[in-house]
Structure formats: structure tokens, C-alpha cells
């Protein structure tokens, strides 16, 4: 495997997939990069896209890698992950990711790391299943990302979303205390009345305003889905639900 891109082409993408899973499996196919991970806990997983057509230099390989998104600490010397080496790339940069023995070697800025390839996280069979999603909607993205991020601050645990006639409405209740967000959405494709609880933690990290708007799909108690599409990149959050008395 080797690639060449700006390295500001994957820096937004991959910030945001970092505050949900450290470790991702990369993968090379005919059509581009392709990483498909999910974390420990098994409740969150995210599938990312970005056409060959953006890098100047594609040679795909066989198998996929796993690689540390963040910094760690070996024997007292701390180690970039690769997050942290796109994000020194001076603006405009190529970066150029090459697999080669064992290891996988980047270039940047005229300086080149090495970093360890993570067995444990290869495999095909990672990301989120394909669901048919009985609720299927977009909005602006900046409009839920301030609902999300600074509406509910102070919230813990959970907030439910509950859909009905082109309303998204977003609680969040604490004993008899409520607090509730309206959003009209932009688009709806899939209509039908759907509620359901998700961990504010995660949702904190997933929204995003990477691209101007959002497709969000979920149903009754169903897994939560976030597609941000633009024409550089896909990139999907998959989040599970909780039950309702939690």
C-alpha cells in the first residue's frame, strides 16, 4: 500500500472520528481508502470513505491495517499517532502513507515516522451492519451541532430523540426536569414517528459541522446513524441506542 493526498484533505475527517474511536482499520479498495472500526465497548462504530480520485498516488493493497489515531507513551518517549502527524502538516502538504515490512512509514514536511501496524483491529467484518432505518431525515448540520454541543451542556447520561411530522425534537429529562429542542428538518425521505434514547458523551463527538448538512436515521429503539456526504469523503457514525428507563 501507498498513498499520496493532502494531508488537510483527511485532517477534518479523521479529528472527528478520533473523539469516538482510537483505533481504526484502514482499508484500500478500487474505489479508495476505506476505514471500517468500531470501539471496545461495541456500541459505536464509524465508516469513512474518500475517493482515489483525491490522492496523486494510489496503490492499494490486499489486506487492511490498524493503526493508533493518537499520540501513546513508550518507554517514556512519546510516539504521534496518525491523526497527530496530519495535523503537522503544513497547509497545502502531501503526506504519503506507505505500508513496508510490518510497519507503516509517513512522510510529511520532509520528516518521516514509522508506526507500529495493530493486528487487532483488521478485519472486514468491522463497522456498523446495514439496517433498513424506518426514520430517515436531514437537517443543517450547525443547527443540530448547537442543540447537541451547547443546548444540553450540562446534560448527562442520555437524550431521546423523538421524530413526528417533520419535527426532530431532542429531551433531556432529570427527575421532573425537562429540557426540550424543536428542529424542523431540511429533508425528510423516510417519515414515519420514531423515538429513541443515545449516550450524550458519544453524541457530543459525532456531530459535527464537517460538511452543511446531516442525514440522521433511527427508528424505535433502533441504532442511531449520522451521514455527512460531501464530494471529497463520506463519513458515517453508527451509534447504539439505550432502553428507555436508563
Do not use: W
Not at 498513498?3 to 479498495?29: F, H, R
Not at 507503516?104 to 515516522?113: A, C, D, F, H, T
Not at 508506526?115 to 463497522?127: A, F, N, P, Q, S
Amino acid at each position: 500500500m501507498k498513498l499520496t493526498i493532502k494531508a488537510e484533505s483527511l485532517e477534518a475527517p479523521l479529528k472527528a472520528i478520533k473523539g469516538v474511536i482510537g483505533e481504526i482499520n484502514i482499508q484500500t479498495t478500487d474505489e479508495g481508502l476505506l476505514v471500517k472500526s468500531r470501539n471496545k465497548e461495541n456500541c459505536a462504530a464509524v465508516i469513512y470513505k474518500v475517493s482515489k480520485t483525491l490522492f496523486t498516488e494510489y496503490i492499494p493493497s490486499k489486506e487492511g491495517i490498524g493503526v493508533k489515531l493518537e499520540s501513546q507513551t513508550v518507554s517514556k518517549q512519546k510516539f504521534p499517532g496518525l491523526y497527530d502527524i496530519i495535523k503537522s502538516a503544513k497547509k497545502g502538504s502531501l503526506i504519503t502513507i506507505e505500508e513496508d515490512k510490518g510497519k507503516l512509514i509517513i512522510l510529511v514536511n520532509g520528516r518521516e515516522y514509522g508506526m507500529g501496524i495493530l493486528t487487532d483491529v483488521k478485519g472486514e467484518k468491522l463497522g456498523g451492519p446495514e439496517i433498513d432505518y424506518p426514520t430517515v431525515i436531514n437537517m443543517d448540520t450547525a443547527k443540530l451541532s448547537e442543540i447537541i454541543e451547547d443546548g444540553f451542556l450540562d446534560a448527562e447520561e442520555s437524550l431521546l430523540f423523538s421524530y413526528d411530522e417533520g419535527n426532530l425534537s431532542i429531551f433531556y429529562e432529570q427527575g421532573i426536569n425537562t429540557l426540550r429542542d424543536k428542529i424542523e428538518v431540511s429533508e425528510v425521505v423516510t417519515d414515519k414517528k420514531a423515538r429513541s434514547k443515545y449516550s450524550v458523551a458519544y453524541l457530543r463527538n459525532m456531530v459535527s459541522t464537517i460538511t452543511d448538512k446531516v442525514r440522521v436515521s433511527f427508528g424505535d429503539d433502533f441504532m442511531l446513524r449520522l451521514d455527512y456526504i460531501s464530494p471529497e469523503f463520506e463519513l458515517s457514525f453508527i451509534l447504539a441506542c439505550r432502553v428507555e428507563n436508563t
